[in-house]
């Protein structure tokens, strides 16, 4: 009995040994090992023997990690309050640098990403944030990056989300908007004026050297006329028909004595 009991307890000591002892890394893990306070070799992926009390292990997940940004308070280089919110899309590429050189690396990323949010779209203006978001997110990844690449951190993404302005500064957009699209339609609408006047111009010349295209045209407008069964007929006179009249007229009022 005694020497069951003692077989029992080694076996249960061997397994609490084992159980400290033996760790799994998944494919996308990687594991940072402290022997005694010292840094060890990366360990990879696959069943890792650990000595106990001896060796700490700090798994790094080295998937991608979506990060969201809290909306910030900004106010932009033009004096108009917004909030602005955002996301980070990172992954850890140096395990080692991740765990040594900084004490929380998400933490310390998503604390770099607002403070750069605030600081550059507090130096763009309005128009540049609503109408220009592709350039801001390719400048706040590099300003991103340059701080977290210490950290064995790579920044792939930086979005911003939403951008929310205050009320009345909406409704004067809005009024502004409707007053560009007025503008262009009495531009557009001048323009048209213009070439129908040009064409009309064109038309006239053509027609004042044919009379008889003229007398044509004059008798299509009595024919337009006469298929609405109108009363009133109207003959259009040009004023160079009656011209040698009145050349001829005052002519003989200056001869009489």
Sequence with gaps: MTWLIVAVAAVLAIGVVLFFSLKVLPEYQRGVVFRGGRL??????????????LDRLVRVDQRVVTLTIPPQEVITKDNVPARVNAVVMFRVTDPVSAVVAVENFSVATSQIAQTTLRSLLGR?????????????????RTIIEKQTQDWGVQVQVVEIK???????????????AEAERERRAKVINARGELQASDELRQAAETLSRSPASLQL???QTLLELGADH????????????????????????????
């Design 40 to 53: 060890r070799p990366l360990y990879g992926p696959g069943v890792k023997v650990l000595i106990p009390v």
């Design 217 to 219: 045209r004059y008798l």
């Design 162 to 176: 939403d951008v929310e302005i205050p009320e009345s500064m909406q409704r004067a957009m809005a009024r502004e």
């Design 124 to 140: 763009a203006d309005l128009d540049t944030l609503l109408a220009h978001r592709d350039d801001l997110n390719q400048d706040l």
């Design 230 to 257: 109108n009363s009133t007929v109207v003959f259009p006179l040009p004023v160079d028909i009656i011209t040698p009249f009145l050349k001829s007229v005052a002519a003989a009022a200056q001869e009489r004595p």
